[in-house]
Every structure is written in C-alpha cells, then in structure tokens.
C-alpha cells in the first residue's frame, strides 16, 4: 500500500531562521503533491503544490523541492514567523485522482 | 462567506446513538469529500463524492452513510457510534479531482466525542 512519512514529528526553529520539513513516499507513480498547513483548531490549509516534471517551486516564503529519485520532497521556509507555527502536512497524489493520502504530518514551533 | 462549512462544530453524544454532521460548500465545486483525523493528527479520507456520485469509499464500516442531495452539500450520518468515532472530522472540496492541479478545501472541523 501507499505510505507517506515525515522525518521529524516536531520541528522547533527560532524565529526569523529558515525552516526545512521533510517528506517521504513510497508511490512512484504519484506525479502531484501538495503541502497543507494545520494551525490548532482549525481546517487545512494549502500552501504549494509541485508537479513530478518540477524539481523546485518557490512561493511567498516558502519552497517546495522533489527528489523523485528518492520519493522525498521537502518545504522550507525563509525567515520563519510565530504564525507559521502549525503542522505540516504533504500529500502526494495517489493511485486516484479524487484521494489524496496525507502524510503524518510535522509540528512546527517557533521560539520567540 | 466561508467556502466550506460544516456543522455542528463540537459534537459529544453517547455509545449507541445516531448523529448526523452536515457540509455545504459555496464554491461551485464538483466534488466533495469527507476526512477523519484522529487524535494523533494523522488525516485519512473517508468518502469522496464527484457531482453528487460516490467515487471513494475508504472501506468504512457501513455506519457511516454519506449522502448527498446536491453538487453542494454532502452530510455524514453515523449510526450506532463507538467510543473509537472519536474525531474530528473534516469536510472538503474540489473542483474535479486534485490530481488535476485543483486544490482541496478543507472545512473547519466538527469534533465528534462519544461517550
């Protein structure tokens, strides 16, 4: 079956420094993946999306990079603000187009 | 206007009874989808619905009846609720699927405890 794994459950950064979270999945045959953002209490949210013949995709402080080689993809955040405090979620696309599978998710905490 | 709104927004009700958490989406959206995140976080989808016709159906105890009477609302009724329905459970939208570059919506949550 399909998998998604995150690397770090809980991710504690300073503010202003960049944050790096990780992805992992194992469906070579996903060609769409996007990054959702959780604040407590609350829906998620997109923030960027990539397609498979993308290596990289930058938005408003953040970037997306694949690795299809290895099934990992990663979002980074530039200067990282106390509302950026959330989890994170990737889902990669999965075997049906009406399915997203979403990842463990990671916990960001930023530190005044 | 919220695009995606779901209700109640907490639910506590006991072991054996019937609930019903209902969704509309104002966004003009052909598919609709119902998630369940459990306490660990972890987001796993239930049912997704492409212009009111099932497309998705996770292998959920029959419990959980969906239902959709227009492109616009999609509600989730439960029966007979276990200790182990406990969630918060996410209603969502798309244009077509997501694997077409469109984005999913989520809802705000309605967190079902049962007693």
């Known amino acids: 079956g399909e998998s998604v794994g995150l690397h770090l459950p809980t991710l504690s950064v300073q503010e202003g420094d960049n944050s790096i979270i990780n992805c992992a999945y194992s469906?070579?045959?996903?060609?769409?993946f996007i990054w959702y953002k959780q604040e407590s209490g609350k829906g998620p949210q997109f923030i960027i999306d990539?397609?498979?013949?993308?290596d990289k995709r930058q938005g408003q402080r953040v970037t997306v990079l694949l690795n299809k080689t290895v099934k990992h993809l990663s979002l980074q955040i530039a200067a990282t603000q106390p509302g950026d405090s959330a989890v994170y979620f990737c889902?990669?696309?999965?075997?049906?187009?009406?399915?997203?599978?979403f990842g463990s998710g990671t916990r960001l905490l930023v530190r005044p | 206007d919220t695009a995606v709104s779901q209700t109640p927004k907490y639910l506590v009700t006991q072991m054996g009874n019937d609930k019903s958490i209902k969704c509309e989406q104002n966004?003009?959206?052909?598919?609709m989808y119902w998630y369940k995140q459990d306490s660990k976080k972890f987001l796993k989808i239930m049912f997704s619905?492409?212009?009111?016709?099932?497309?998705i159906n996770e292998t959920v105890p029959n419990r959980f009846s969906p239902k959709s009477p227009d492109k616009a609302h999609l509600n989730l009724h439960i029966n007979s609720l276990e200790l182990g329905d406990s969630a918060v459970y996410f209603c969502?939208?798309?244009?077509?699927?997501?694997?077409?570059?469109?984005?999913?919506?989520f809802g705000e949550g309605s967190w079902l405890t049962v007693v």
């Open positions: 469906n070579s045959a996903s060609d769409y």
């Open positions: 990539i397609r498979s013949n993308m």
């Open positions: 889902a990669p696309g999965g075997d049906s187009s009406y399915k997203l599978i």
């Open positions: 966004l003009g959206h052909d598919t």
């Open positions: 969502a939208s798309s244009q077509e699927g997501q694997n077409s570059g469109n984005t999913i919506y």
């Open positions: 619905y492409n212009n009111k016709e099932l497309i």
